[in-house]
Structure formats: C-alpha cells, structure tokens
C-alpha cells in the first residue's frame, strides 16, 4: 500500500510538472506569435518603402537624362540661332520656332510624367515650384526678347525719320515728323524701361530657382539618410531574426519530468530561417486551428504530439494506480 501511495503521488507530481510545463509552453508560443506578427508587420513596411524608393532613384534618374536632353537642345539651340544669325531668314526661323514649340510641348509632358511617379509629397510640391518658377523664367525672357525686338524697330523707324530729307518738306509734314520723333523716343524709353523690370524679375527667379534647387538637394539628402537608416533597420531585424529563430530540437517521450530552465528553451522554437540577399525574408507563419480533429493533429508540432503522448502516459498510468488502489480496499 505504501509503495502504490508512494507511486500514486510521484504520478501526481509528475502530472503536476507536465501541466505546469505545458502552460509555460504555451505562453512562450503565445510570446513567439507576437514577436513573429510585429516583424512580419515591420517587414512588410521595409518592403513598402523600399519600392518607394526605387521608384524615387528612378525618378531622379529620369530627371538627369531630362536636364541632359535639355542641356543637348539648349546646345543645338544656339548653334542654330548662330547660324541664324549669320544668315538671317524668315522661314528657317519660322521653322525654328516650329521646332522649339514642339521639343517644350514635350518637355514639359515630360516634366509631367515625371512629376507624378515622384512618391514623396515634399520632393513632388518643390519640383512643382522649381517647374513653375522655370516656366515663369522662360516666358519673361521671350517678353525681353520680344520687347528688344520691337526697340530695335522703333530705333531703325526713328533713324529713318530724323535722318529723312527735310528740305521739300511743308510746316505740317516737319511738325508730323516731330511728333512721330518725339512719340518715338518716348515709346523706346517706355521699352527699355520694361526690358530693365523684365531683367530684374529675371535675377529675381534665377536666385528663387537656386533656392528651390537647394531645397531639393536637402529634401534627396534627408530622403538618402533615411534609406540608411532603413537599411540599418532591416539588418538588425535579420540579426533579430537569427536569435529568435533556433532549430527545434526533437523530444523523447518520458514519464519523468523534465527539468528545463527558461534560458535553454530553444528545443520548441520553429527552424531556422536561411538568409539569402537576393531573396527577401518570410516571416514564420503560426496557423490558427482547424475545426477537424484530424487536421489539428496532423498540423501539430513535435513538442505538442511529445506533451500529448506524455500526458496520455501519464494519465493511464494515473487511471492504472486508481484501479490498483480500489482493487486492493
């Protein structure tokens, strides 16, 4: 009696620990979910930005080989209105003109484009300001342009009346050609006037486009430092990862219980992880249970199938001493 006493408690015991054992268990896995949930969480949102700065590179690589096309036509430009210049003609200006209206039509369609695969809502408003200020820039200098035109005009028509033969002129045809003189003059002062606020508005946007082009430059170096850190951050949550990801260790079955301490607790974490950097990480997907018993035992881990079989043992054993206990009253 004493010995079936002595055995019934040691199975009670035994019972006890593997019940406690079982709880502890479970709320490490409960902890590993959690931690498994936040770094696929955390992952997802690095693989988000990620794409976003791809796009951002991209863009800005668009936008090189824009300003690049852009220099390539300001260059052919010149050395067209040079020979121009050299050799002046109406239709091959005409032509010109033709030409320069097509190739802004499709830089600024360009510039569109470009503007909106541009993710970052700052970088985006400050290429909006640095397009809009360049446009402004562009049709002040076609007034100026324009404008001298028109003076250089006004002083041929001036030059040809003041140098004009007076001598069979009458009172009112010399009076008529005063005054055309002095409206002459006055209308060439009234344009040299508007070409000089012309040119000061000019420098006014030229130091505005240089500001703005500043603020971009600082926008690209906060927007780098950020990938940085990123970066920084995906490898410590690889490093993470390793540390949390430990191969399991398989369990013997056995009635005694077993002695673990919490440090040495990697036998019930999930197999490690590979890392491979062309490859991007996959978070340990925990399965919720089935409704079917056979699913939920085919889905359960070794640790569980081991704590079963241990706790079926040990209930039989527990079930057997009952029956040894009664049959011996």
Do not use: G
């Not at 019940?19 to 693989?47: D, G, S, V, Y």
């Not at 067209?80 to 210049?85: E, G, L, M, N, S």
């Not at 000019?202 to 430092?225: A, G, N, P, S, V």
């Amino acid at each position: 009696m004493q010995n079936l006493k002595f055995i019934n408690n040691e199975l009670e015991t035994q019972l006890k620990a593997s019940h406690l054992e079982t709880r502890q268990l479970k709320q490490e896995i409960i902890k590993i979910n959690q931690l498994n949930a936040q770094l696929k969480e955390q992952l997802h949102q690095i693989t988000i930005n990620s794409e976003i700065e791809d796009q951002y590179k991209q863009s800005l690589i668009e936008n090189k080989m824009l300003k690049k096309e852009l220099e390539y036509y300001q260059l052919q430009e010149q050395s067209k209105v040079d020979q121009i210049a050299s050799k002046p003609s109406y239709e091959q200006l005409e032509k010109e003109l033709n030409d320069l209206q097509i190739f802004f039509k499709k830089y600024y369609n360009l510039q569109e484009t470009l503007l909106n695969k541009i993710p970052i809502q700052l970088l985006k408003d400050c290429w909006l300001a640095i397009n809009q200020t360049f446009k402004s820039h562009f049709n002040i200098h076609q007034t100026i342009q324009n404008i001298q035109e028109e003076v250089s005009l006004l002083e041929q028509d001036y030059k040809q009346i003041l140098h004009a033969n007076k001598d069979n002129d009458s009172e009112i045809q010399y009076l008529a050609k005063q005054n055309i003189i002095v409206e002459r003059r006055v209308e060439i002062e009234k344009c040299r006037k508007e070409i000089q606020i012309k040119q000061s508005e000019t420098k006014k946007m030229e130091l505005e486009l240089e500001e703005l082009q500043k603020e971009f430059d600082y926008i690209c170096k906060i927007e780098h430092r950020r990938f940085n850190q990123q970066i920084e951050i995906e490898k410590q949550l690889v490093q993470v990862r390793q540390k949390t990801t430990q191969p399991v260790v398989e369990q013997k079955t056995s009635v005694l219980p077993v002695q673990r301490s919490r440090q040495h607790s990697d036998y019930f974490r999930p197999n490690q992880i590979s890392i491979d950097s062309q490859q991007s990480i996959k978070p340990l997907i925990f399965r919720a249970p089935k409704h079917s018993a056979v699913q939920q035992e085919a889905e359960k881990t070794n640790l569980e199938k081991t704590i079963d079989q241990t706790r079926q043992k040990l209930s039989r054993q527990l079930s057997l001493a009952s029956n040894l206990r009664e049959s011996t009253k």
